[in-house]
């Protein structure tokens, strides 16, 4: 152990010196920058940050890309999260139900017309209110005639209940023979009063039979840049007029509403836990507990809305959602059902709200820094509005549905605080004297110091509160002061604020000057506390108006050549700070402080 320790001891010691090399390169380059910068640099920080920002909104929006992996990762963690109304249902082809109808010599997937239209007699028999059906049919079945007409019979009895898919290949096929103008196809619906017709023409897949296409509907649907389905688009616009989605259409059936009333688009309020009532297609079919456990309840289905699809593996129709990489792309659209139906679907503000926001609290950080705020104040107050901001964007998808993406405004934001705050760090190190942001104290060339003790007094008539708030202002100004480039080094921190001694010191500020001789040092002195008192009266508050600024000062010459090691200086240093710590004479501090020359200031004052 006495092994370890010296050798850590001296490599402490080497990476420290080293570290000092490095950490000087940089840092008095920045101290003498910020000497001529004073606080000039805020400013160009909200503005690089606020004109970024801007060109962002009318480029990629970074910003959005950032809202859609923090909400893949909120929705997750979210303690709690809605439950499913019930009015919406998942009839699933699933594998038990392909299986089964297998064993019976019936064939496997893709199932006979027929079967289908048995499903879709059963949900009929069952009280549906509305079905969509997630398979399409663009293809007569050359060997099952009669299941055609029957699907054919169902959806012309249905009419409007059974809706069946449909798509739109890419437009490069409009112009082919067999488009269709928009304004006649199927659920098409005019955007604007106005709307020229018959439209465009574009090219469908639509069900075979007539009354099937009548009601049909798209199944496609568009993804987000990363491929995963956060919103699901309701409609594909063409012209003055738009396609619905299966999803849309049935909401509108089920609803009596026309389906230019609903949105654009939707964002789903994914869950995790819970799943929207299913029931496998051959349970339905056969009117028995095939695929589904005897402790299991059956859904009612009587009066719900009904997603009819599949979700057999193998079939590839799974799609990648915040909370499941592999949902089946019958839940995504039943998903879509509930929310609109439900009124579940999660509120976004426009996105331009988070860009504001970010310009915001941008804005008012740097103006904070820019003010000379005390760095603990501003650190504190940064931290509690972040924690206040991220609760209120997880309460609000948790218990109300409202997602309020400040997560990404919060990250650019403290950029821009880690920017301030490390040029702040600059000011500070200057102004308390940190040899890595200032030469190392020469007393061969500068032999004399005068220090200063400042004291705020305020008024005895003020309040306690009121005089807190005039000590908190006083300090901000000589703050300002003091890191706009002063040529005092302030010893800071004799007592904390928050030290157990602070009442006892209040207020206490030790500044030190250099000089060449006594004079020297008195005069830099002078004009340092003159252009203070300037700057702590310069604004309608002042300072001078409820209270008062008192000064006392000791100066002595710490290098007299006498020898050439520093126990001398050090002595005499430590005697000079201890004579202002406990000089009894003050002086007011005032636009001309004649008091500090080398005969006033040991005079007092009267």
């Not at 609803?255 to 929207?276: C, E, H, I, M, Y």
């Not at 309460?395 to 821009?416: E, M, N, R």
């Amino acid at each position: 152990m006495t092994w370890i320790e010296a050798v850590m001891s001296t490599l402490a010691v080497v990476f420290m010196d080293a570290w000092t090399v490095v950490e000087r390169a940089y840092r008095r380059p920045l101290s003498h920058l910020m000497v001529r910068a004073k606080f000039l640099v805020y400013p160009l920080i909200a503005i690089a940050a606020v004109g970024w920002l801007a060109w962002d909104w009318t480029h990629d929006r970074s910003l959005n890309a950032a809202e859609d992996a923090i909400f893949d990762t909120v929705i997750q963690w979210r303690p709690v999260e809605p439950k499913p109304s019930g009015r919406t249902a998942v009839v699933e082809i699933d594998d038990c139900s392909i299986e089964y109808y297998r064993r019976r010599g019936e064939g496997g997937w893709p199932w006979s017309r027929q079967r289908h239209a048995d499903l879709l007699e059963a949900l009929d028999i069952a009280g549906a209110r509305a079905v969509g059906y997630d398979v399409l049919f663009v293809d007569e079945a050359q060997k099952d005639p009669d299941g055609d007409a029957a699907l054919e019979a169902m959806a012309d009895a249905g009419n409007g209940r059974f809706l069946f898919g449909a798509s739109r290949p890419h437009s490069d096929f409009d112009d082919q023979e067999g488009a269709t103008a928009v304004a006649n196809a199927p659920g098409a619906f005019a955007l604007m009063p106005d709307a020229a017709r018959p439209g465009p023409p574009i090219a469908l897949l639509l069900p075979t039979g007539a009354a099937m296409a009548r009601h049909s509907a798209l199944l496609d649907v568009d993804r987000s840049a990363d491929g995963v389905f956060r919103d699901i688009h309701l409609r594909k616009t063409i012209g003055d007029w738009a396609l619905p989605s299966l999803s849309l259409r049935v909401a509108a059936v089920a609803s009596g509403k026309p389906a230019s009333s609903f949105p654009q688009s939707v964002r789903v309020n994914w869950r995790t836990k819970t799943r929207l009532p299913g029931v496998s297609a051959a349970d339905l079919i056969e009117g028995k507990r095939i695929c589904r456990d005897a402790a299991d309840p059956m859904p009612d289905l009587k009066d719900a809305v009904v997603l009819v699809g599949y979700n057999a593996a193998g079939l590839n129709d799974a799609k990648p959602t915040p909370v499941d990489p592999m949902m089946p792309g019958v839940e995504v659209h039943a998903e879509a059902v509930e929310a609109l139906l439900n009124s579940s679907a999660i509120w976004m503000p426009p996105p331009s709200v988070k860009y504001l926001l970010a310009a915001f609290m941008v804005l008012l950080t740097t103006f904070a820094f820019w003010r000379g705020e005390p760095h603990e104040d501003v650190d504190g107050v940064f931290v509690a509005v972040n924690v206040v901001l991220l609760l209120a964007a997880v309460i609000g998808l948790t218990f109300f549905g409202a997602f309020v993406d400040i997560f990404a405004s919060v990250g650019f934001i403290s950029l821009c605080f880690g920017l301030c705050r490390m040029y702040a760090a600059v000011q500070r190190g200057r102004a308390i004297g940190n040899n890595d942001y200032r030469d190392e104290y020469d007393a061969g060339r500068f032999p004399w110091l005068l220090m200063a003790r400042l004291r705020y007094v305020p008024d005895p008539s003020l309040s306690g509160h009121a005089a807190t708030k005039r000590k908190r202002e006083y300090r901000r100004r000589l703050r300002r002061f003091l890191y706009s480039g002063s040529d005092a080094v302030m010893i800071e921190g004799i007592v904390e604020r928050k030290s157990w001694l602070h009442e006892i010191l209040d207020d206490l500020m030790m500044l030190v000057w250099t000089g060449t001789d006594e004079a020297d040092a008195y005069a830099n002195a002078k004009r340092e506390l003159d252009l203070l008192y300037q700057r702590l009266n310069e604004h309608t508050l002042r300072i001078d108006d409820q209270g008062m600024v008192r000064v006392a000062t000791a100066a002595a010459m710490i290098d007299d050549n006498i020898d050439d090691d520093n126990r001398g200086e050090r002595m005499r240093l430590r005697e000079l700070l201890g004579e202002d710590l406990n000089a009894n004479v003050e002086w007011p501090l005032s636009a001309s402080n004649t008091y500090l020359t080398p005969k006033l200031s040991q005079q007092v004052e009267t």
